[in-house]
Structures are given as structure tokens and as C-alpha cells.
């Protein structure tokens, strides 16, 4: 999980979600403790700030993307977001039935943020979340303190992600709290099971056995009635066998259940990539949710994309490794997914190498090994949620398609809480692998190991500014050939460059940020890249697709290049020259001049497209030089050598300095239906922001203000989708 950020993905996207509560019905004789409906926590005792004043309103509720807490208030420490901390304190009560039932929810952290039991002022019960927002029936047997004081304790004393912990509905009953569960059973008939999905339905939790085995399970907003899209899970190596499906009983599940199938083809894959929201030159997954690019490599000839990926709605979660292929970085196809949460978590980020060597000892008939090295995230998953943090591998005989878990997983235990996202490269003077890994509040480990399974920790540091998601290679120096310098980056794009012996990096620059936008997170770059190029993807945070079954995208991928300067080296970045694989229609002005009364125009058959212009600093009399780009306004100011970038409603995304190289600037804008990736002087300046266009048709404008300008070029290529079917 990405702490630091994942509380604003989960605003983000559960914002079009609506707040569903239930109503428990308790027996005759049941005693009631509290259920929050009042509008304030009446004789509770509040300590800190985390709980606020109050219990959380219905209105609250909604925003936060709550559901499953009884009628319309609950208590959450989630009112000042994961940073608040306190204590919650009930009334003193008399045991008087078998069990203390309840509702929870909020994060899983067992010693900072949990409900627990007192009896006689000694704690004797504990229970925690389970980093979800959906509440879970919990119970407490009390038989043994039948007629002793109690109190209830709600605690969270975690400033971390999914630090806080939700309560509603406590009340004593001789009868357990538990779950009713919905079975439905069908034979696997064809290759894919295809699942009905409902946006903004209640997240049902979601189990599916073959016998006695639990072979799948997933968080779904089941669709029972008028679905608004359907997802598929590949089930090909069970035909034959009888699935059985559970969920939480109720009528919307049964029957959404009741409508899942199996067929050849997907049932909605004659609508793949072409709804009216899908980017055509960044790549988003053909159903559901994505997040960082995983185990990027090249091998035989494929350029592989795993990633971060909910197969099975559009909002974070059920974390899995999809994954795509090119051949040559412009067209890709999308494949199966190929790493599933199992018994040790959910799958999180990691990276890919080719085991050249057979380090790990896996290679048959000669085929070179391909091992994905990634995290095991325990507690995100429902049933692991006990488990914290490790890192796994798995491998592949057959060019990525298909995987098998090493069975001695985890190779490396939890180190703290969230480590996570190792990045893994061969260091050949060593003849060993290195392994860099997140540990928490900016602070990373280097590993060295010679089998992928054995690993040894031989450096720690700090990179200010950044966390999570390191990289970690060694290129050439571009104006320096004969100089080769290793570059560390953070999920940010925030970057040192150094020397590394195999053990410890030594660093010679000081932190930079290569990206300047607002969306460009998770940074990765391919290893085995052929002719020792260094190709980076990234995940464009942020983005959003109202109403449309997938979630979220990659940035185009670019070319990095490291270059010698006054105060040490820099990185930068451009597309990939096999963009050019994708040009359309081309549209050229020579000797463009721009004036303040006549503005340039020109409209456009697709909103994806690559633009190229320049002009020398001198022959700018505006000080004001703006270009509109699907409504998003790059503007420049000539005099102050600055570059706003501003929304059509005025909103000022970022500012960033702009200053001429030999008297020139040249622009390159590549443009798609959701977002604009800006490069000034070949990659000196890169900056990548989401932006959804709202015009009908697709434009390019260029205005001056107080002046003129003249542009020695303008050059417009429409660019043709990069999706080729499976």
C-alpha cells in the first residue's frame, strides 16, 4: 500500500460512492450499549483528537465512502484524517449476556488502532480493522466475566496510512454475530467467469472454493441489478471442476451471483478500448483499476509491462499483477493477469529480472528464466490482514505468461511495518543480485544476495523529498561516454546520482525532482533494455474516468539520458522515439506568427496527438506567450521566465522556472484525452498532468499578450491508438 498517499486515492475515487448503512435487529432480550445515533457520545470519555466531538454523520459518512454501519452515525477516528490520534472510552457496564457483538472497520494495526475490552479496568479483549471501509460483524465471548465491570476502549495512536479505526453498534446478546452466507455453485464450462459489477454498490467480500481449497478471493461492488459493467476472472485450469462462490447473504448478492457465467470470451470484449474516455497513446487496463508499473523488462524481444491492478472494480484494492506486452514500446497487447493475492497478502509492487545465470536454480530445457521479486502485503488482504509485509518471488518458464510462486516465499521477513517495493538488478563485478527496498519515512536498505533467495542488508540511506517505489541502474554519461554514474530514484521522480561497489551507494548530487507535474508517481525503468537504454514508466497519479469500467493511467513511456552540468549531473527525459510509430495525420505552419489580436487556432480530429514547435527568446515582443491545449493553458511569461500551467477555469496547477537554453525554447506537448505531458529543451523540463478534456473538439490555441511572437515552426501529429487485441 502506498501510505502516504493511498488516503487521497481512496477520497478520490469513493467520492461517486454513496454511504450504505444496515439495520441490526436485535432480539427482545438483546442490550443494547451504544449505537451512536445520538449527537454527541454522551457519557463516553474522548481523549485526543481523533474521534472529534461527536459520532460521524451520515453526510460525513458519504464522502469518506463508508458502508455497513448501523442507521446514520458511527464513531470514526478518521475525522482529522489518518494524523488524529485519542482514545474513546465507554461508560462502565455489567456483563449480563455471552457475547459483546459489534461492528468494525478502519485499518489493521493491532498495538495502535483496535477496540478492545476491559474488565475491571485490565484489557482482556482486542480486535482491529481491516483496511477497509466496508464494517465487519465482530464478537466477543464474555462468558467467563459474566456479572464484572466493563468498558469499551476504542484506540488509535497511528499517525500512519489507514491509521484509524471505525465502531458502531455495541450491544450484549447470547447469541454470536456472524455473517449469513450466500453459496452458489456452477461448473467451469470455459475459460473465463465472467462477474457483474455495480459502481457504487456495497463492497462484498468475495470467496471462491474448488472442495475444500480457497482457490480466489476478492472485494467486489457486486451488480445484482442493471449492472454497469462486467469483469472476468481467467478460470481455463479449472474447467472441469465445480466452483463454489461465497458472499455475504443478501438479496443483491444472490443474485448477482445468480448472473455470473462462464464463456470463451470475455463478455464485454467487444466493447474493450472503445469507450468514450479511453486514452489512446497511455495505457489504462481494459477493466478496472491500475496503479504502479511493476517488474518492467525486456526479454526476447517484448517490452513487458506488469502492474498494479484491481481486476475486479475501479477503485483500489484486491491488489494483482496485470500485464501487457510490445514489441516495440508504441502498440501493446494486453494480457492475463499473473500474480494473485494468496496466503501471504495481496501482491504489491516489485520488479523482474532474467535470470541469466539460473541463480535461482528454476531453469528447464535450456529457457531462460524470468523471476518476479515483490512485496507480500499480509494485512491488506481479508484474510492475511495478521500478516504484515514481506518479500516473495515467483518465476516463469514461458516468457511471462504464466508464473509459479516459490514455495519457500517469504525470502525476506518484515523489516518494519510497510517495507515494501523491492526494485532488483544484477551488479556484474560482483557477480551478485542487489535488491533496494523501502523501509519507511524516506529511508531505503540495499540487499545483495547470489541466488535470489539468500539476502543480505549492506546499506541503508535517506532520500529527502521521496518515498516508496525505488529504482535503481547504472547508465552512461551522455556528454561524458566513457563515464558510467548509477542513479537511485523515489516513487516521485526525486533522484541522486553516485557511486555504488556492489554494497554502498555513495551519492555525489543532491536530491532532484526530474518530473516537474502534478501526476507522475511510482517512476520504474526497464532492465535488460537492449542497446543500454534506460526507459521509464510512470503511473499518472490522480487520474480519473467518470463512469467508465477502468480506472486510472501510465504515462507514455520515455527515454532517460544522464548529462554532465556545472554542479554535477541531471537527469531528462523525453518520449520514446517509436512514438513516432503512432503518428496520423500530420499538419505543419512554417514562420507561424502569433499577435495579440490574431490569436492561432486550429482544430483537431482526436484529442491525442504530439505537438512540436520553438522559438528564440528574442524574436518574443509578447510578454505573454500562452498555449490552450484541450483547455488545459500552458502560459509563459518572457519576462519573469516563468511557465504557468493553469486549468480553463483559471485553477493554477503548478509554476515552474523556464529558462531559454542558447536563447531558444523548444516545446514538445503530447496530448491525449486525459492528460498533457509537457518537454521543454529536449527533457531539461518535463512535467506531466492529468487533464480530462471537456471541449467537444479537440484544439490547439496560441495567444500573445502585449506584443508578438513568431514561431520558425508548429508541427501537429494526431496520433493512432496503441491497443492491438489479444
Known amino acids: 500500500m502506498k501510505e502516504r498517499i493511498l488516503i487521497l486515492l481512496l477520497l478520490a475515487t469513493v467520492c461517486s460512492m454513496q454511504a450504505q448503512n444496515i439495520h441490526m435487529a436485535l432480539r427482545p432480550d438483546d442490550l443494547l450499549i451504544d449505537n451512536f445515533e445520538g449527537d454527541t457520545f454522551g457519557n463516553w470519555i474522548l481523549e485526543g483528537n481523533a474521534f472529534g466531538n461527536s459520532p460521524v454523520s451520515m453526510e460525513r459518512l458519504s464522502i469518506w465512502g463508508d458502508n455497513r454501519f448501523e442507521g446514520n452515525r458511527m464513531a470514526s477516528s478518521f475525522v482529522n484524517g489518518d494524523a488524529g490520534t485519542g482514545v474513546l472510552k465507554s461508560p462502565l457496564f455489567r456483563i449480563e449476556r455471552r457475547y459483546v457483538n459489534f461492528l468494525i472497520g478502519g485499518g489493521v494495526d493491532y498495538q495502535r488502532e483496535y477496540v478492545a475490552l476491559w474488565i475491571d479496568g485490565k484489557e482482556v479483549k482486542r480486535s482491529t480493522g481491516y483496511n477497509r471501509r466496508v464494517m465487519e460483524y465482530e464478537s466477543w465471548d464474555v462468558a467467563e466475566y459474566m456479572g464484572k465491570n466493563a468498558r469499551i476502549v476504542l484506540v488509535d495512536q497511528s499517525k500512519e496510512g ?6 458502531d453498534c455495541f450491544y450484549q446478546s447470547d447469541t454470536k454475530l456472524e455473517k449469513e452466507i450466500f453459496a452458489k455453485r456452477m461448473l467451469v464450462t470455459h475459460r473465463y467467469l465472467n462477474i457483474p459489477v455495480k459502481m457504487g454498490a456495497v463492497i462484498e467480500q468475495m470467496d471462491i472454493w474448488i472442495g475444500d481449497k480457497m482457490v480466489r478471493n476478492m472485494e467486489v461492488e457486486l451488480g445484482g441489478d442493471e449492472p454497469d459493467y462486467w469483469v472476468t476472472l481467467e478460470v481455463k485450469d479449472w474447467i472441469g471442476q465445480e466452483l463454489r462462490i461465497e458472499a455475504s447473504k443478501s438479496p443483491n448478492v444472490e443474485q448477482a451471483l445468480n448472473q455470473c457465467f462462464c464463456s470463451e470470451t470475455p463478455k464485454e470484449e467487444n466493447l474493450f478500448y472503445k469507450e468514450p474516455l479511453r486514452p489512446k497513446v497511455h495505457f489504462t487496463s ?81 529457457d531462460t528464466v524470468l523471476v ?29 505468461r504464466n508464473w509459479v510462486t516459490f514455495s519457500g516465499n517469504p525470502v525476506l521477513p518484515t523489516l518494519v511495518r510497510y517495507n515494501r517495493d523491492p526494485k532488483v538488478t544484477w551488479h556484474t563485478p560482483t557477480g551478485r543480485w542487489i535488491m533496494v527496498l523501502y523501509l519507511d519515512k524516506q529511508e531505503y536498505a540495499i540487499f545483495s544476495s547470489p541466488n535470489l533467495m539468500d539476502w543480505t542488508e549492506t546499506d541503508r540511506f535517506k532520500l529527502e523529498g521521496a518515498d516508496e517505489c525505488p529504482d535503481f541502474f547504472e547508465m552512461s554519461v551522455t556528454n561524458e561516454p566513457t563515464v558510467r554514474k548509477w542513479v537511485f530514484t523515489g516513487a516521485n521522480s526525486t533522484y541522486l546520482v553516485g557511486s555504488f561497489d556492489g554494497y554502498r551507494f555513495r551519492t555525489e548530487t543532491k536530491p532532484v525532482k526530474m518530473d516537474s507535474g502534478t501526476n507522475y508517481y511510482a517512476v520504474q525503468t526497464y532492465s535488460n533494455a537492449p542497446d543500454d537504454r534506460r526507459i521509464q514508466i510512470a503511473w499518472m497519479n490522480g487520474s480519473n474516468f467518470p463512469d467508465m469500467p477502468f480506472n486510472q493511467q501510465m504515462s507514455f513511456p520515455r527515454e532517460l539520458t544522464l548529462h554532465r552540468v556545472d554542479k554535477g549531473y541531471v537527469l531528462k527525459s523525453m518520449p520514446v522515439n517509436e512514438l513516432a510509430l503512432l503518428y496520423g495525420r500530420k499538419y505543419i505552419w512554417k514562420s507561424l506568427v502569433v499577435e495579440e489580436k490574431n490569436c492561432f487556432t486550429t482544430k483537431l480530429n482526436t484529442p491525442a496527438f504530439y505537438l512540436k514547435t520553438g522559438f528564440a ?33 483559471g ?3 503548478k509554476q515552474m522556472v523556464l529558462k531559454p537554453n542558447e536563447g531558444r525554447i523548444e516545446l514538445d506537448i503530447l496530448s491525449d484525452i486525459a492528460s498533457v505531458e509537457i ?34 515552426q508548429l508541427t501537429i501529429h494526431e496520433l493512432n491508438s496503441m491497443y492491438v487485441p489479444q
Open 372 to 400: 518476479a521479486v515483490y512485496t507480500s502485503a499480509g494485512g491488506f488482504g481479508y484474510h492475511t490482514r495478521h500478516l504484515q509485509h514481506s518479500q516473495s518471488i515467483g518465476y516463469s518458464l514461458d516468457k511471462g
Open 651 to 653: 485553477e493554477t496547477l
Open 162 to 167: 489507514w491509521g484509524f479505526i471505525n465502531a
Open 286 to 366: 481494459r477493466r478496472g483499476w491500475l496503479n504502479d508499473p511493476n517488474g518492467l523488462v525486456w526479454h526476447e524481444g517484448e517490452w513487458h509491462l506488469f502492474y498494479q491492478h484491481n481486476p475486479y472494480g475501479c477503485i483500489w484494492g484486491n491488489m494483482t499483477w496485470g500485464h501487457a506486452v510490445s514489441r516495440d514500446l508504441a502498440h501493446w497487447t494486453e494480457l492475463g493477469d499473473v500474480l494473485h493475492p494468496d496466503s501471504l497478502g495481496p501482491i504489491f509492487s516489485g520488479s523482474v529480472v532474467v535470470d541469466k545465470k539460473n541463480t535461482l536454480g528454476c531453469q528447464q530445457n535450456g
Open 617 to 649: 527568446v528574442d524574436s518574443v515582443d509578447a510578454q505573454i506567450l500562452a498555449f490552450d491545449i484541450n483547455g488545459l493553458n500552458l502560459i509563459y511569461d518572457s519576462v519573469k521566465q516563468i511557465l504557468t500551467v493553469e486549468k480553463e477555469n
Open 679 to 712: 518537454f521543454v529543451n529536449q527533457g531539461a523540463l518535463s512535467a506531466a498532468f492529468y487533464h480530462l478534456i471537456e471541449k467537444n473538439t479537440p484544439s490547439v490555441t496560441i495567444s500573445v499578450e502585449g506584443g508578438q511572437t513568431k514561431l520558425k
